[in-house]
């Protein structure tokens, strides 16, 4: 099957991207409109400690091109505080939430603390979680403990049609477990490495090349590629999100080609 690939950022509201990816001068309702002419996807942040008014989901929907996606945090209240249990009405809710996204709503991610760690109440609790989530939901789930990176936490995955997120993250081992029809791909760093989001700062040549072929291996095994960096990983997650586009072998578009003309001189 064809594969689509979607990569883009983790949030795209920072100051230091002003003058580097954003024109110099741009405003804060400039932003997205800008954001989406270079990428097709991102992954909201803000979802994980509240859902949006409505009035703010159908904000992003309007300013976003067509075809664009949005990927969105489950709201840490289900994950971290209540690590899944007693939360089906609450996801429902979340899901409401995000309706007026319309098509542009990709996957949910339900991001779990690293102090979840695996036994049998804990996968019973994710089984029912997922068993329980709205059929409209398409939702990816990243392990931030090894202890979950087993053969039957992935059967409770492919019996929800859930993805397991391929995770950069400090020590813990990436995934290439293929639990569903879609990736979903994620780059983070260290909060203590990285200061200012304005340039590149960290080499991540060898990352690169483990990616490249990781991903080359499995195109064709699903339907969509989501894929998020973090402004940690590197320093600067547009740039990243370019350089793997440009590995794949991806159109992209270069940030100030898309500026406006009088904003180059």
């Known amino acids: 099957m064809a594969t689509t690939i979607r990569l883009g950022t983790q949030g795209w509201s920072y100051d230091d991207w002003k003058g580097v990816f954003y024109p110099p001068g741009a405003k804060q309702e400039d932003r997205l409109p800008f954001y989406s002419s270079v990428f ?57 939430a995000m309706e007026p996204l319309g098509g542009k709503l990709g996957p949910l991610l339900v991001q779990l603390p690293a102090e979840f760690t695996h036994d049998d109440e804990a996968l019973r609790d994710l089984d029912t979680f997922l068993g329980g989530a ?53 780059w983070l760093g260290d909060r203590r490495e990285i200061a200012k989001y304005d340039r590149v700062q960290i080499d991540r040549t060898d990352s690169f090349v483990s990616w490249h072929a990781a991903l080359s291996g499995v195109l064709g095994q699903v339907r969509e590629v989501f894929g998020y960096f973090n402004n940690h990983w590197a320093g600067h997650s547009p740039e990243s999100a370019n350089e793997m586009k440009r590995r794949l072998g991806l159109p992209f578009v270069e940030p100030k080609d898309a500026w406006p003309q009088g904003e180059l001189f």
């Open 134 to 186: 709205p059929k409209s939901a398409r939702l990816a789930v990243e392990f931030r403990h090894g202890s979950w990176h087993e053969e039957r936490v992935y059967e409770v995955l492919r019996r929800h049609g859930a993805a397991v997120a391929w995770t950069e993250w400090r020590e813990l081992p990436r995934l290439d477990a293929i639990t569903a029809d879609f990736l979903y791909l994620r």
């Open 40 to 96: 097709d996807t991102v992954e909201l942040d803000t979802t994980f400690y509240h859902a949006p008014r409505p009035t703010i989901a159908r904000s992003w929907e309007r300013h976003t091109s067509d075809g664009f996606k949005f990927a969105a945090k489950v709201p840490r209240a289900l994950t971290h505080d209540a690590h899944l249990r007693g939360v089906g009405e609450q996801l429902e809710q979340f899901v409401r």
